[in-house]
């Protein structure tokens, strides 16, 4: 099983394998397969060392992945919520920051129904 990352890396093809490493998507992983000489129909057992080595030295290089880009979006995230713009308020509410409708839809951000007692006339 190659580790590139630190992700393990499943016995898949290489284009979809390459997909396990956050921040790398299909056409990011034909891009890399095409850099690197690689077959992207091939399974990443059948992968030499050497293979393996260039993937990891391509995605090191070029592409920023996993924990260098998950802290650049938390960081992101933060600059908006410190300058009190409007996707930063969003997000400190938990509500969706690109424009949803909120009257009946997003409990994906809002979490589950909270009752409210009716109110007596």
Excluded: F, W
Excluded at 14 to 26: D, F, M, P, Q
Excluded at 78 to 93: A, F, P, T, V, W
């Amino acid at each position: 099983m190659a580790r590139i990352a630190g992700v393990d890396l499943p016995n898949k093809a290489v284009k979809i394998a390459l997909t396990y490493i956050y921040g790398i998507g299909r056409v990011s992983a034909e891009e890399i397969c095409k850099k690197g000489n690689i077959n992207p129909d091939e399974r990443m057992n059948n992968l030499s060392a050497d293979d393996v080595n260039e993937l990891r030295k391509l995605i090191e290089s070029e592409y920023k992945v996993e924990g260098r880009l998950r802290t650049e979006v938390a960081l992101n995230i933060k600059r908006l919520m410190d300058i009190g713009c409007n996707r930063g308020l969003r997000h400190r509410k938990g509500l969706p920051v690109r424009g949803q409708r909120t009257k009946t839809n997003a409990r994906t951000r809002k979490g589950r129904k909270k009752t409210v007692a009716g109110k007596k006339k």
